[in-house]
């Protein structure tokens, strides 16, 4: 790439990037609210991260977040797509025997790129708190906001390996609900439409925490967008009323 061509690609991307995190969400969704992890052909997207990758300093570094978000969401979704080709290659040949093992592929491949992509909208470089009806729901189905903290902390924390503490709305309860997801896949309740969730990854902090999981946890609490979170409860509601 010529010189000119890539500081004028640079301008545009710190452009873009200047963004408010609000806008970006907005920009990410389809006209369904779905966040949109898909193209005009069906392929899965990576879609711009919604702020600079310094944005989150210091509680989440520069260097954590284009290594998480180039490599490891960016491979889960290179991967997805890989998984899907072989599905459609073995239907297509009549030769099912491994059709197994890129189905369960797909099933952690694609649920990383789920998870990763709302993870990225959930962060903010400002301390934010639950309002309105989801504030109203955590009062309703936890006690308080303060209850709910102690125990999605908790819950994230102690994730045997790697995986996620998840914040859900479960559309057959009515409920929101809290889940301890390992890899990215496995614990779930079907039918869950996640609305803030805690990457406990060692990739998701080891550069900066090491070891310390518990510490990275309670630093997020520092930098999690309730109001990306009110906005998901109030779409995951309204879509399965
Ligand atoms: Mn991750």
Redesign the pocket.
Known sequence: MHRKTFLKTGGLAGLGAAMSNQQAFGENLTSNSIDKLVDANGNFVLQPLPYNENFLEPYMDAETVHL?YTF??GGATKAANNDLRKIHEAMDSNNLEVVDFWTKKLSYHLS?HI??SI?WTNLTNKKTDPSGDLLKRIEKDFGSYDKLKGYLAETSKNVDGNGWGILGYQPYTDKISVLQCENHEKLTQWGVIPLLVV?V?E??YYLKYKNKRADFVDALFNILNWDNAAQRFNEAVRLTK
Request: proline share 0%.
């Open positions: 998480h490891h969401h990383s998870l990763h993870f990457d990854w990739h998701s």
